[in-house]
Nanobody, 126 residues
């Protein structure tokens, strides 16, 4: 049984930082690319980042590029999202998900991923 568990969310003021973690069990973690998504009320789930199985390639959405950094520690089955210079528009529930492949060839759509966590809430106040 695959389990995906996010943590690290919270409330911060604009300009602040947070680091999210996502730990996966039940599959061979280092065979899979990992994605981060976010969703705010009334909006569709949108991709934030994808990191391939060995961290050699990392993609970001335009809205977070230069402010967010994804990384992973395959020895800990964990992927991270370091979020800096946070803005109120970054508010939402953040999810991580496993990609069925090792690479981020298809990475922008929720349907490109198979297993999802329950999400962790990030709230940025102005």
């Amino acid at each position: 049984q695959v389990q995906v568990v996010e943590s690290g969310g919270g409330s911060v003021q604009a300009g602040g930082s947070l680091t999210l973690s996502c730990t996966v069990s039940g599959l061979r973690f280092d065979d899979h690319a990992m994605g981060w998504f976010r969703q705010s009320p009334g909006k569709e789930r949108e991709v934030v980042s994808c990191i391939n199985y060995r961290s050699a390639t990392i993609f970001y959405s335009g809205s977070v590029k230069g402010r967010f950094a994804a990384s992973r520690d395959n020895s800990k089955n964990t992927v991270y999202l370091q979020m800096n210079s946070l803005k109120p528009d970054d508010t939402g529930k953040y999810y991580c998900a496993t990609n069925p492949t090792s690479y981020c060839a298809d990475w922008k759509r929720p349907s490109d991923y198979d297993y999802w966590g329950q999400g962790t809430q990030v709230t940025v106040s102005s």
